[in-house]
């Protein structure tokens, strides 16, 4: 079994003896321009689209969970994977506990209002604040699939009230599940805190926009956890600036790196990480994807399968 392997920043010399050991009957190779030799499977991160045309794969891997950056491409070069090649993504593999961490940290952080305990801080000022009550702090997850399922649970340990937003009703332990764009207005209406954990597709681009955001409780909270395309980000400040929204939490934008003199840099109610909410952990991503590839290999069901046409 031929496996070619493409990452524009992960260390081959780190991850090619992993899946060999992972896959000892198989011969992985680091893709190079110019590779048009035989291939079973690939592993990909914003592949060339030559490394994919015209093979005739059993399946591709994406080194990551969200799969929008590869169907971008595939749009403009449909000739880079046929229909008939399953595409899969990375199910969890480590990035549920990372999102769970980031959620979770932030959430008590507003909760306990540390970000208005070190506004006092910079003016000197020693000051008890009224604390917030937890029926006042709904949650709501935008999304509720593997990671939006795991940020859910975390959540649910800590007492807050939780809903959850996705395409199909959920059955989560302490949510109230909503669903479709007709209970979108009821999922909205009360929540406090809102975060983010949808595919981007052309239904939830600019999703998170001022009409939504009015519609969310006074004083409220946004975290984007998934892409920044979901936000709108000009309407993210204008709330912010007008006092609707009290905080957000930032870990994907529009244009990433996002330049140096974009004004969410400097809005003092504005927490930025540079995409690292969740990354991809080698150990947990090798063994889900030689997992898959020996049931592919048996003919067997496997988790993961994109499907191209929802999008996600
Ligand atoms: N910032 C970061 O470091 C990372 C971000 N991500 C992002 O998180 C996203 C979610 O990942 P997973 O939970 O693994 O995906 P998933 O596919 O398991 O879950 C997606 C959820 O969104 C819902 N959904 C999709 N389209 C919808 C629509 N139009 N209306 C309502 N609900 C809709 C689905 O029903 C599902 O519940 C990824 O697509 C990726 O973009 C993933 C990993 C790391
Ligand atoms: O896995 C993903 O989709 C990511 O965004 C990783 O950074």
Same mark, same amino acid.
Request: hydrophobic share 45%; glycine share 8%; aromatic share 8%.
């Given at each position: 079994?031929?496996?070619?392997?493409?990452? &524009?920043?992960?260390?081959?010399? !780190? =991850?090619?003896?992993?899946?060999?050991?992972?896959?000892?009957?198989?011969?992985?190779?680091? /893709?190079?321009? *110019?590779?048009?030799?035989?291939?079973?499977?690939? @592993? %990909? =991160?914003?592949?060339? #689209?030559?490394?994919?045309?015209?093979?005739? @794969?059993?399946?591709?891997?994406?080194? +990551?969970?969200?799969?929008?950056?590869?169907?971008?491409?595939?749009? !403009?070069? &449909?000739?880079?994977?046929?229909?008939?090649?399953?595409?899969?993504?990375?199910?969890?593999?480590?990035? *549920?506990?990372?999102?769970?961490?980031?959620?979770?940290?932030?959430?008590?952080? /507003?909760?306990?209002?540390?970000d208005?305990?070190q506004a006092?801080?910079q003016? !000197?000022?020693?000051?008890?604040?009224?604390?917030?009550?937890?029926?006042?702090?709904?949650?709501?997850?935008?999304?509720? +699939?593997?990671?939006?399922?795991? %940020?859910?649970?975390?959540?649910?340990? =800590?007492?807050?009230?939780?809903?959850? /937003?996705?395409?199909?009703?959920?059955?989560? &332990?302490?949510?109230?599940?909503?669903?479709?764009?007709?209970?979108?207005?009821?999922?909205?209406? *009360?929540?406090? #805190?809102?975060?983010?954990?949808? &595919?981007?597709?052309?239904?939830?681009?600019?999703?998170?926009?001022?009409?939504?955001?009015?519609?969310?409780?006074?004083?409220?909270?946004?975290?984007?956890?998934?892409?920044?395309?979901?936000? #709108?980000?000009?309407? @993210?400040?204008?709330?912010l600036n007008? +006092?609707?929204?009290k905080g957000a939490?930032?870990?994907?934008?529009?244009?990433?790196?996002?330049?140096?003199?974009?004004p969410l840099w400097a809005h003092p109610r504005v927490a930025?990480?540079?995409?690292?909410? !969740?990354?991809?952990?080698?150990?947990?991503?090798?063994?889900?994807?030689?997992?898959?590839?020996?049931?592919?290999?048996?003919?067997?069901?496997?988790? *993961?399968?994109?499907?191209?046409?929802?999008?996600?």
């Amino acid at each position: 079994m031929e496996i070619i392997f493409y990452h &524009p920043t992960f260390d081959p010399a !780190a =991850w090619l003896p992993a899946l060999r050991k992972a896959l000892p009957g198989a011969n992985v190779r680091e /893709w190079r321009e *110019g590779d048009d030799g035989p291939a079973d499977y690939a @592993l %990909v =991160w914003h592949p060339p #689209v030559e490394m994919l045309r015209g093979r005739e @794969l059993k399946g591709v891997f994406a080194l +990551g969970a969200g799969v929008d950056s590869i169907l971008s491409k595939l749009k !403009a070069h &449909p000739e880079m994977l046929a229909q008939h090649i399953p595409l899969f993504r990375l199910e969890d593999t480590g990035m *549920g506990l990372q999102m769970q961490e980031y959620a979770v940290s932030r959430v008590l952080h /507003w909760f306990r209002r540390f970000d208005d305990y070190q506004a006092l801080k910079q003016q !000197a000022r020693w000051l008890e604040l009224e604390e917030y009550r937890r029926e006042d702090f709904t949650i709501g997850i935008l999304g509720a +699939g593997i990671l939006g399922a795991k %940020v859910a649970a975390s959540l649910h340990a =800590w007492g807050f009230p939780l809903r959850c /937003w996705s395409r199909s009703r959920k059955d989560l &332990p302490g949510v109230v599940s909503f669903a479709g764009a007709e209970e979108f207005g009821a999922f909205l209406h *009360g929540t406090r #805190v809102l975060i983010n954990l949808l &595919p981007n597709t052309p239904e939830t681009v600019g999703l998170i926009n001022l009409s939504v955001i009015n519609q969310l409780a006074d004083n409220s909270y946004i975290m984007n956890l998934a892409r920044g395309v979901h936000v #709108v980000e000009d309407d @993210l400040l204008q709330a912010l600036n007008s +006092g609707k929204v009290k905080g957000a939490m930032l870990d994907v934008f529009s244009r990433e790196p996002l330049p140096a003199d974009h004004p969410l840099w400097a809005h003092p109610r504005v927490a930025m990480t540079p995409h690292i909410a !969740a990354t991809t952990r080698a150990d947990e991503a090798i063994a889900f994807i030689a997992t898959a590839i020996d049931k592919l290999e048996r003919g067997e069901r496997v988790k *993961g399968r994109v499907d191209r046409l929802r999008g996600y």
